[in-house]
């Protein structure tokens, strides 16, 4: 064969390769495009639940207000089961905590316009040592017990030698179990939410087997936890959008968000990071005792309504990392200039991740989603106050510790005219005639 002839063959074989799914491609099976939103019950009450702790919360999810701004989850997490199986294999609710059964309580939790998510595990057994789904990924009992959502974990792993199977091979099993369950009945498929902590990036494959991902460790209520994984995620920011959310987690003490060991200011940086980056907001504070300054954060509609922004699904990402060198991978000191877009305008999130107050100045070109040449509408997504126009750079005052500003900016026309200097970035400021300008 010629060359010619060769590198024709070759071409051609090329082009009729069998065309694979991008690894960006989420799975779109018509459940979850938005982060979703709702309450957990690891956080408050940790094992101990029962049927009314349920219920009682999501009747406070109604009353406050929680469930008509996209709170419509009520999820049970572990421990909700008996130790052992029925004689035929199957999960058993504890008879003790839930004595009206599932599917009374899904029932109940439905007539409230709620969704209802249950919680089980990956592997042998669950986090408490509760009987796990490996292997019996295909009982149709999340499903028929009335659950729309399951939350998916990790612990008890099946070794080597018996999985035959990797991390995704794990998780592939419930995710084939689910489309099949939904293939057969008709019914919409459950919410897969992965939770295995961010091992072996998933990120990369979680995608398409289910809605969201959790990317890191548990995390606890307190600034250092918060601010390693916004410094985790900070990397992988790309990998959120419609059908496919990275999961930032839920916070595993009752206090936060309420009057624990979060100042205010660091649970809105808390909850304006969560919800501008696109994580899944799940409520993990005792509703009975809630705070108004926790209600505060978590009502918070013009940052929901990013979070839930129905046209842009990407989230924000930074664009410099200012005390640190651009790309600085730092637990302590993650990124503090972030911006993005969405359905209304450029978003904007400044975070101080010093021990004291700091004046934050950036230009607004060093944003993508920013026309250079245009004047911005500035709105304040904390005060809920239009804070004039922005022209080529904006300075927020005096940002508290660990606190957190939020803006929408809206092109509001071009600059006024003689705007000095003539390019905001220097960097090859010429004009037409190739003559330097500044
Ligand atoms: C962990 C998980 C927590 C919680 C806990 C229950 O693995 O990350 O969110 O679900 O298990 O045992």
Redo the contacts with the bound molecule.
């Keep these: 064969m010629t060359f010619l002839a060769l590198s024709l063959a070759a071409s051609l074989a090329y082009l009729t390769l069998p065309s694979k799914p991008l690894p960006a491609a989420a799975l779109n099976n018509g459940v979850g495009k938005l982060p979703f939103m709702g309450y957990?019950t690891?956080n408050a009450y940790h094992c101990d639940i029962d049927e009314d702790v349920i219920i009682q919360t999501a009747q406070l999810m109604k009353s406050l207000g929680l469930a008509d701004l996209g709170y419509e989850h009520m999820n049970i997490?572990?421990?909700w089961a008996e130790k052992t199986r029925s004689a035929s294999g199957d999960l058993v609710a504890n008879a003790t905590r839930f004595p009206s059964g599932f599917n009374n309580l899904t029932s109940r939790i439905h007539d409230l316009g709620l969704k209802a998510g249950i919680?089980s595990d990956s592997g042998w057994f669950?986090?408490?040592l509760y009987p796990g789904s490996y292997l019996n990924e295909a009982r149709r009992q999340f499903q028929n017990w009335g659950f729309d959502l399951l939350?998916y974990?990790?612990?008890a792993v099946p070794f080597d030698e018996i999985i035959d199977l990797g991390m995704v091979g794990k998780y592939t099993r419930m995710a084939d179990a689910i489309a099949n369950l939904s293939a057969t009945t008709g019914q919409p498929p459950l919410f897969y939410s992965l939770?295995q902590?961010g091992r072996e990036q998933p990120w990369l494959w979680a995608r398409k087997l289910g809605q969201s991902w959790?990317t890191t460790?548990?995390i606890d209520a307190d600034w250092e936890h918060l601010a390693s994984i916004i410094n985790q995620n900070s990397f992988i920011t790309w990998a959120s959008d419609f059908y496919g959310h990275n999961d930032m987690?839920?916070v595993?003490s009752s206090s936060i968000w309420g009057n624990g060991n979060l100042t205010f200011d660091e649970a809105k940086s808390h909850y304006t990071a969560w919800s501008l980056m696109k994580s899944p907001l799940l409520i993990g504070t005792d509703l009975t005792t809630v705070t108004n300054e926790t209600l505060e954060v978590l009502t918070n509609k013009e940052i929901i309504a990013i979070n839930q922004d129905p046209v842009v699904g990407t989230s924000i990402s930074p664009f410099r990392w200012g005390v640190n060198p651009d790309w600085t991978f730092n637990a302590t000191h993650p990124a503090q200039y972030w911006s993005g877009e969405s359905q209304n305008g450029t978003i904007f999130m400044l975070l101080n991740v010093l021990d004291d107050s700091a004046d934050m100045f950036f230009n607004l070109t060093e944003s993508p989603w920013i026309n250079a040449g245009r004047q911005y509408a500035v709105r304040d997504l904390w005060t809920h106050t239009d804070n004039g126009t922005a022209v080529r750079n904006f300075t927020a005052k005096a940002v508290p510790a660990h606190g957190v500003v939020a803006l929408l900016m809206q092109d509001a026309g071009p600059e006024p005219a003689g705007t000095q200097p003539p390019c905001a970035r220097p960097e090859w400021c010429i004009d037409q005639n190739g003559t330097l300008v500044q």
């Design positions: 957990n690891w997490d572990d421990c919680y669950t986090c408490q939350k974990d990790n612990c939770c902590w959790r460790d548990d987690d839920i595993r």
